[in-house]
T-cell receptor, first 112, second 114 residues
Framework: DQQVKQNSPSLSVQEGRISILNCDYT??????FLWYKKYPAEGPTFLIS?????DKNEDGRFTVFLNKSAKHLSLHIVPSQPGDSAVYFC???????????FGTGTRLTIIP | NAGVTQTPKFQVLKTGQSMTLQCAQD?????MYWYRQDPGMGLRLIYY???????DKGEVPNGYNVSRLNKREFSLRLESAAPSQTSVYFC?????????????FGQGTRLTVV
């Protein structure tokens, strides 16, 4: 039972344009959501997060949107840069529960 | 500040052999995790530990055992390795005291079972 889903295995975006990565979840007990970036042969690194009490969080070029009613979150990267080419994972955790669940990942390729 | 350290970085095992993957963190985090990453499957949780002395199963615990030796260390043991356990294994830790915090990952252990 995949509780966190990333339905797009890959995405290609022109440099300078907006990249939008999507994530859906099924567990209504999740209340904190995170995005991680992963380069080959490295461990995942934290990018940005959002609490369920918010619907938007920004950090520089990165913005995460949360739609609780749809159980959907998205990561926007504007403008996209070649260094953004990586695999992106969304993750979720519920209050009082330390089980951190990840999605299957989306491979983002930025085309120069 | 080393963060999360995993050893070894690479390992080749024969089917049926056993081994322990080591993980240590120096951030005084309460929670620690073991994940495996396989193509198309994302990061799947094997086991996690919310505090010293406690462990819980994740999504794919079969074939693995864990030990939370102390607050710093969380080891993953394969008692009888199988080719299906060929994967990249990641350890992570998180500050449980502050509810909304991220997990920090190690560099990974690439395990091949032949």
């Amino acid at each position: 039972d995949q509780q966190v889903k990333q339905n797009s295995p890959s995405l290609s975006v022109q440099e300078g344009r907006i990249s939008i990565l999507n994530c859906d979840y099924t567990n209504s007990m999740f209340d904190y959501f995170l995005w991680y970036k992963k380069y080959p042969a490295e461990g995942p690194t934290f990018l940005i997060s959002i609490s369920s009490i918010k619907d938007k969080n920004e950090d520089g070029r990165f913005t995460v949107f949360l739609n609780k009613s749809a159980k959907h979150l998205s990561l926007h990267i504007v403008p996209s840069q070649p260094g953004d080419s990586a695999v992106y994972f969304c993750a979720a955790i519920g209050f009082g529960n330390e089980k951190l669940t990840f999605g299957t990942g989306t491979r983002l390729t930025i085309i120069p | 500040n080393a963060g999360v350290t995993q050893t070894p970085k690479f390992q080749v095992l024969k089917t049926g052999q056993s081994m322990t993957l080591q993980c240590a963190q120096d951030m005084n985090h309460n929670s620690m995790y073991w994940y495996r990453q396989d193509p198309g499957m994302g990061l799947r949780l094997i086991y996690y530990s919310a505090s010293e002395g406690t462990t819980d199963k994740g999504e794919v615990p079969n074939g693995y055992n864990v030990s939370r030796l102390n607050k710093r260390e969380f080891s993953l043991r394969l008692e009888s390795a199988a080719p299906s356990q060929t994967s990249v294994y990641f350890c992570a830790s998180r500050d449980r005291g502050n509810m909304n915090t991220e997990a920090f990952f190690g560099q990974g252990t690439r395990l091949t079972v032949v």
